[in-house]
């Protein structure tokens, strides 16, 4: 894919949208009627109209992966540091202004891992049991590691991740399935505390147990005949 030339200024945040609704599209166009960052959106996912050139629908191409989706999106995008949240479930200008003010610790090489158990840690805020005690069985059930496989949130410099998203995270379908795949290809990366409130999904409870099965027929079936491709 040819990629544009990136601004360090500018930040590009890539949205999986396919559970988007109009009010959040609506937040996401007064968000950028007020904000003074340089800042582009992508929803990928979403058919929709913005008068904001700033704001992106990109529609979702069924016959590729999320990353692959996520990938098309970053080939047009203009800022040096790329945000993918994989839900909607937050409000952009709380996100958008937490990772400006990190911004040079986050503009690397690597995954940068939201995560709400590091921001309790740091005594900022309080992690609901339900959430703590569902991170701590997926640790135990599956691979993945970390301290927060709910957030949905990853920061990195735009020209990597667009590349990693094409090659070593080709067959991620899910922030699970992105993170197992981070852990597979021991791509570097860190954590670094977010709050993004309280969320309004449930807590997929049932998938714990199938889910150790799904991670591993991603990566060891999905993933090789991709990477054959």
């Given at each position: 894919?040819?990629?544009?030339?990136?601004?360090?200024?500018?930040?590009?945040?890539?949205?999986?949208?396919?559970?988007?609704?109009?009010?959040?599209?609506?937040?996401?166009?007064?968000?950028?009627?007020?904000?003074?960052?340089?800042?582009?959106?992508?929803?990928v996912g979403y058919n929709g109209t913005s008068p904001h050139v700033k704001l992106k629908f990109l529609p979702w191409q069924e016959n590729k992966t999320l990353a692959q989706n996520f990938a098309e999106a970053l080939a047009q995008a203009s800022g040096g540091l790329s945000l993918l949240v994989f839900h909607t479930n937050f409000q952009a200008g709380t996100l958008l202004q937490h990772i400006s003010t990190h911004k040079k610790a986050l503009n690397q090489e690597k995954i940068s891992i939201g995560s709400a158990n590091l921001q309790a840690q740091s005594g900022k805020t309080k992690l609901p049991i339900a959430t703590r005690l569902f991170n701590s069985l997926t640790r135990i059930f599956t691979p993945i590691t970390g301290s927060d496989c709910l957030s949905g949130v990853v920061v990195a410099k735009t020209k990597w991740l667009s590349g990693v998203l094409q090659n070593q995270l080709i067959a991620a379908n899910s922030y699970t399935q992105f993170l197992n795949l981070c852990n597979a290809y021991k791509i570097s990366k860190q954590e670094f505390g977010l709050n993004l409130g309280e969320t309004k999904t449930s807590l997929p409870w049932m998938n714990l147990i199938t889910q150790n099965f799904s991670l591993r027929w991603n990566y060891f079936v999905k993933d090789a005949s991709l990477q054959i491709k």
């Open positions: 894919m040819e990629q544009n030339i990136l601004s360090d200024n500018k930040i590009t945040l890539c949205i999986d949208a396919r559970k988007a609704d109009v009010t959040f599209v609506e937040q996401l166009n007064q968000f950028l009627t007020k904000t003074k960052q340089e800042v582009e959106i992508f929803c």
